[in-house]
């Protein structure tokens, strides 16, 4: 396959990082500096305007996929136009425009074929979804859903004292059509069996069905109907979005925003949220709105390192939950390790959708999970699907992946050895990635 990506900052070399070793990457950057890091690659590099007609025309003949990424929406979705207008054969190139202005998108992912883009998919607004669904589950360090809410995937961290904390894997007694998928341990990835044991301070990996997954939440303590206090630490694209998606009927809100004329936009919008101006870091002030008192505290300013020091002061100052946003990919780990309980980047949402685009027919959603150590992929089986029609134990799978669900005609399971995946069906897999190629053929 032959991908033009425009823009190569954080968000565009990591999509040629994942493309560049099973495809023709073009990357197609103005910045100097930018063009000399993803040289790195194995890349074609074109130091220019991505939007420029002349430098599009000479690369575009032959492109299955343009991704533009750049900082800027408007050369973004220029690019994604020119590219249709030129190829003419608007059935074949596919386009994916990141977009951050409020004012061209209102939701996480949209499509605007009319115009040229096949996908138009908003970082911001998608990261504040994913930390919504983080915030809804207290004891959840991530969140996400596949096959229309059937499914469910929760990442959690086991403490000390913890239900799971421990115990082997086949002394849970956990409920029917639930399933622990990865034990993460350090830098390692563990696809449990039933002699592996669970230790503190592990993060694992439940997928079942949203009922079995309430029980789990029980087995830890949740206290349903308990209104949250959240504090959020600027007021930006993620910051009000958060704020608007949570909402007053759900939780205690305060935000932190820098800007006086932001506070003023946000409190006229969101009436019912406390808006302070001032500064994230200014202890004093966190001390006087009782940053002790928080259930979470998230920081999602424009400033990674920003964002570090105002979740270290809450962490200091007694909050037993912080979510940090970080743009920067190397500093989530860094993140993670100094204590920040869950570091979340709009970066990741882009790559996901640039992944389902060129992973082939068939996958219905993809999340990398722990820093791209992992994923998890939903499949729609096909009657040419290699895994169709035979009992899951005659089936090579390979050693880095597990088929954690199946949803068949709306009903959810676990599968065992004797099942067998039938046209259709909805197959949520988690995998490693030494394993996507070989479970990505058995679908094809």
């Known amino acids: 396959m032959k991908a033009i990506i425009i823009g190569a900052g954080e968000v565009g070399y990591h999509i040629a990082k994942s493309l560049y070793a099973t495809n023709d990457v073009i990357v197609i950057e103005r910045d100097e500096e930018a063009c000399k890091r993803v040289d790195e690659l194995d890349v074609q590099v074109i130091q220019g305007n991505g939007a420029n007609v002349s430098i599009l025309s000479k690369f575009i003949k032959g492109t299955d996929i343009l991704i533009a990424v750049t900082g800027s929406d408007e050369v973004n979705i220029v690019a994604c136009m020119a590219s249709k207008l030129l190829v003419g054969d608007k059935n074949k190139l596919k386009t994916l425009a990141r977009v951050s202005n409020p004012d061209y998108i209102d939701k996480p992912i949209a499509k605007r074929v009319s115009i040229g883009i096949d996908v138009m998919i908003c970082p911001e607004l998608t990261m504040a979804s994913e930390v919504a669904r983080i915030l809804a589950i207290p004891f959840a360090v991530d969140v996400e859903s596949f096959a229309e809410g059937k499914v469910e995937m929760m990442e959690l961290v086991v403490s000390k004292g913890n239900y799971f904390a421990n115990k082997m894997i086949k002394d849970l007694h956990l409920t ?5 998928s990865a034990i993460f341990r350090k830098d390692d990835v563990i696809i449990p069996h039933g002699e592996d044991s669970i230790q503190e301070n592990d993060h694992i990996v439940v997928i079942g069905q949203p009922s079995a997954m309430k029980d789990i939440r029980d087995l830890l303590g949740e206290v349903v109907g308990r209104r949250s206090k959240v504090m959020i630490i600027g007021g930006g694209i993620v910051g009000f979005y958060l704020a608007k998606l949570i ?3 759900e939780a205690d809100i305060k935000i932190i925003e820098s800007r006086k004329t932001r506070c003023e936009e946000i409190a006229d919008e969101l009436s019912g949220i406390l808006v302070l101006n001032g500064d994230g870091t200014d202890i004093n002030l966190l001390k006087d709105e009782g940053i002790n ?7 999602v300013t424009d400033s990674d390192e920003k964002n570090l020091l105002c ?3 809450a962490k200091k100052l007694g909050v037993k939950k912080v979510i940090a946003r970080s743009d920067r990919s190397d500093y989530i780990s860094l993140f993670e390790m100094v204590g920040v309980d869950s570091a979340v980047s709009p970066r990741e949402a882009t790559v996901n959708e640039v992944l389902k685009l ?8 993809i999340t990398t999970i722990e820093g791209q150590k992992a994923e998890i992929i939903e499949y729609t089986a096909s009657n040419k699907s290699k895994i169709v029609g035979r009992p899951l134990r005659d089936v090579k799978f390979p050693a880095g992946a597990i088929v954690s669900m199946i949803v068949h005609n ?5 599968p065992r050895g004797s099942q067998m995946i039938l046209e259709n069906d909805r197959v949520v897999v988690f995998a490693l990635p030494s394993a996507l190629e070989e479970v990505e053929r058995l679908f094809k």
């Open 176 to 180: 029917e059509c639930c399933i622990i």
């Open 247 to 249: 909402g007053k009927s």
């Open 293 to 299: 008192e928080m259930d979470v505290v998230v920081s």
């Open 311 to 313: 979740s270290l002061i």
């Open 358 to 365: 060129t992973m082939g027919k068939g996958i219905e959603s």
């Open 410 to 414: 709306g009903r959810t399971t676990v």
